[in-house]
């Protein structure tokens, strides 16, 4: 679970001072699928930052399951972030010269992990790259590129996942697929799954959605996901069908 209480983040430009984040209060709970959304300059990457332990809070108390992350030492922190918390970003972040498998192996290596390639692989068929593992990124499709960077975020075993726009150099249709593999990690392994995002398609696909501006929180409700509200017509129609005795129509997709 995540806590944050009173987190403020300010930076100093010159003589100004920027206040990226106000007070922030928030709470995260095991296994949410959730987006934190807001315009340019509104907070949200510095929050993510907060979150990932990317970065440190001004001011404010922030707990990871229970540990004050801001006690923490630089190496601790590099601790929790390797071992609990994997990171999706729009740009992918691969090496070049670098295949999928060694892509996905390289943050086991941090935690000395024995047989890393063998992992790495099965991180790969998990997100259907199983034929793609020996591909380096140039001969990789964007959609490709974000599977290896989805791999290599869950192949530690993360409690939690951060991404940050995973969609923003996608296109329509592979966007919704990366969307798909989300849910799933979500709904069949249970790991607490946040968007950082602009995009309200993005925020659509999750069950809470946080809105920020000027640092601060302005809304934070529950959701429908848009890939439940689009099934739930096709339930209506087949529940009504069988109560009548009559076979639901499929006209419409004539």
């Given at each position: ?36 959304m ?19 809070p001004?001011a ?22 390797n071992?609990r918390?994997g990171?999706?970003?729009q ?41 793609r ?26 409690t939690?996942?951060?991404?940050d ?36 398609d ?24 848009s ?12 529940a ?15």
């Open positions: 679970m995540i806590r944050l209480k009173g987190i403020s983040k300010t930076y100093k430009l010159g003589a100004q001072t920027v206040h990226a984040l106000r007070g922030v209060d928030l709470m995260i709970r095991d296994g949410e699928f959730m987006a934190i807001g315009p340019s300059g509104s907070g949200k990457s510095t929050l993510m930052n907060i979150i990932g332990c990317l970065d440190r001004t404010g108390i922030y707990e990871l399951d229970g540990i004050n992350v801001r006690r923490l030492s630089d190496n601790k922190l590099a601790d929790v972030r071992r918390l990171f999706v970003f740009s992918f972040n691969l090496l070049p010269r670098l295949n999928a498998i060694d892509q996905v192996a390289m943050p086991l290596s941090y935690r000395g992990v024995t047989k890393r390639k063998k992992l790495a692989i099965a991180a790969l068929k998990l997100v259907g790259l199983g034929s593992m020996h591909h380096n990124p140039t001969q990789l499709s964007g959609g490709q590129q974000q599977r290896v960077a989805i791999a290599r975020a869950i192949v530690g075993s993360p939690i996942i951060l991404a726009e995973p969609t923003g150099a996608l296109d329509t249709r592979t966007s919704h697929d990366v969307m798909e593999i989300f849910r799933a990690l979500n709904e069949e392994r249970g790991i607490t799954i946040a968007f950082v995002t602009h995009e309200h993005v925020a659509a696909y999750t069950r809470r959605i946080v809105s920020l501006r000027d640092g601060e929180i302005v809304s934070d409700e529950p959701n429908v996901p890939y439940a509200r689009a099934t739930a017509p096709a339930a209506d129609a087949s009504h069908a069988a109560a009548s005795g009559r076979p639901p129509s499929f006209e419409a997709d004539a």
